[in-house]
């Protein structure tokens, strides 16, 4: 099939596939995304795409920090893509029309620039993943030894960052007396407008104090909460998509019915009204974010080491098995949510339940390896934070540590039948090195792990009812592999 998605081809479709109900030719740029990518495609573009009949003003030019692959699938099909919706009912398709240009950004600086500094850009998106914050996952601050960083500094005005990019375009802004933008990211981090705050404000103040203190007073980064399980398309997706839609589409996305999207409203230029698409806009999205970093990302990062380990290709493969049932349904209910501290009417006991249904859907072939990327930067964020809260109270944490241990068993590059790893993460040459000095003792290599203090900090490790827990689940994981270990886990 050589025919591909376009605007031409709008009109051509099967009346099941939605298509954009607006003037595609009436949509002006308001919104600059940083990062664009599956999960911003299946979710942010998607409720952008709903409001845009009443308010065509915010439109997204999107741009792709590193990789050309988006921008090549994209730019022939007029920015146009297909979101497939999937559960056991079947599947449903729609033409998703907000993002009307991707910028490869290392090729055209100049454009991107030109975007973030445009008075009509009012709303800066980012979904960069953990690490693209060039920050210590530990601490939440600017790591100003990141060689993005180093790099930004030294040729502010060509900047390759996030932070960097987005600081030199409220600098210009500044200049030309030009409001600066909302800074809105989209990306799994503790209170993560707060951290995207005060990152960037350290940024700035390295470049200029004025700079920082302009930053730190005068830029808005409200606090997000976002939600939607999005796998990797694959081969058979793109062949089942084009059958129905009569045309190739490069690159659709894959996603499950449930999503979600908590805001604080704090958009000193205007915003979309995203509320008529069902985002919810609160005061304060912490005990949001919070429920969903901890339910949600905590037991899928567990689930996808400890199933990767089993021989799990698939999240759903995993929650097949009822010990990894039972694991995650005892580690959010005994471990996790004692930790949370929801607002009234929230209710927890439901969100848990749609979890585990939401883990099972078959339809999705979420693959464990995909969620098992970059854990280095993930860990603090997903399971650490709720340990330290655990110990605080005195509570046990046999079951996040397996979490911790499963990711330092998948982090050894082998597993269990002595295969390679893929290992994709920002320290994999630190990780392999302290995996072979450990030569297979669990031991060392606790021992070595616990020292990267980017990822633990220093209270951590020198904390026996943390190590304790984490040395037993490592061993028992060495000795018995995940299957059996998770089956008769926790030892009493």
């Not at 009109?11 to 595609?24: C, E, G, K, L």
């Not at 308010?55 to 692959?69: F, K, N, Q, Y």
């Not at 960069?128 to 990141?146: F, I, M, N, Q, S």
């Not at 899928?300 to 995993?318: D, I, K, Q, W």
Request: proline fraction near 7%; charge should be negative.
């Amino acid at each position: 099939m050589t025919r591909r998605l376009s605007n031409a081809t709008l009109s051509q479709f099967p009346s099941t596939v939605a298509v954009p109900r607006y003037d595609r030719s009436k949509v002006r740029t308001g919104i600059v995304h940083l990062g664009i990518g599956a999960f911003h495609r299946a979710h942010q573009a998607v409720y952008t795409d709903d409001v845009l009949e009443h308010d065509p003003s915010w439109g997204i030019v999107a741009a792709s920090l590193r990789s050309p692959d988006t921008q090549d699938a994209l730019a022939p099909q007029d920015g146009l893509y297909a979101v497939s919706v999937r559960s056991d009912g079947g599947e449903l398709l729609r033409i998703v029309g907000s993002i009307s240009r991707v910028i490869l950004a290392p090729q055209e600086p100049d454009e991107l620039m030109a975007s973030l500094t445009d008075p009509k850009t009012r709303i800066v998106t980012l979904t960069v993943t953990e690490k693209g914050y060039c920050h210590d996952p530990a601490t939440g601050d600017l790591d100003e030894r990141h060689p993005d960083i180093i790099h930004d500094l030294a040729h502010q005005y060509r900047p390759k960052s996030a932070p960097g990019l987005i600081v030199e375009a409220l600098r210009r802004r500044r200049e030309a007396g030009i409001a600066p933008f909302t800074v809105l990211t989209c990306d799994n981090l503790p209170s993560n407008g707060r951290t995207v705050h005060r990152i960037l404000s350290r940024y700035a103040s390295l470049v200029d104090r004025d700079l920082g203190a302009f930053v730190a007073g005068e830029v808005a980064c409200p606090s997000t909460m976002v939600d939607r399980i999005v796998p990797a398309t694959t081969d058979d997706d793109r062949a089942r998509i084009a059958a129905v839609l009569g045309v190739r589409d490069a690159w659709p996305v894959v996603t499950e019915p449930f999503t979600q999207w908590v805001i604080e409203d704090h958009f000193p230029q205007g915003r979309p009204a995203w509320e008529k698409a069902g985002a919810e806009f609160v005061t304060d999205v912490e005990p949001f974010e919070q429920m969903k970093l901890r339910l949600l990302n905590g037991s899928h990062s567990t689930l996808a080491y400890l199933g990767f380990l089993a021989g799990y290709e698939t999240v759903s493969s995993a929650m097949g098995d009822p010990a990894f049932e039972r694991l995650l349904r005892d580690m959010m209910d005994l471990e996790v949510t004692p930790t949370l501290h929801m607002p009234e009417g929230a209710d927890l006991h439901s969100y848990k339940k749609a979890l585990i249904e939401r883990f099972k859907n078959p339809a999705l072939k979420h693959r464990t390896g995909q969620i098992a990327m970059d854990g280095s930067q993930k860990l603090p964020q997903r399971l650490l934070g709720t340990i330290r809260d655990r110990l605080q109270a005195g509570g046990g944490i046999d079951r996040l540590a397996l979490g911790v241990a499963a990711w330092m068993r998948y982090a050894t590059g082998v597993d269990e039948s002595g295969r390679a790893i893929d290992v994709r993460d920002p320290m994999v040459a630190r990780l392999r090195s302290l995996a072979d000095s450990a030569a297979g003792e669990p031991e060392l290599l606790v021992h070595g792990l616990f020292g990267i203090r980017e990822i633990f900090g220093d209270d951590l490790p020198a904390n026996p009812a943390f190590t304790g827990p984490v040395k037993s689940a490592l061993t028992q994981l060495f000795r018995d592999g995940a299957r059996k270990t998770v089956a008769h886990y926790p030892v009493s």
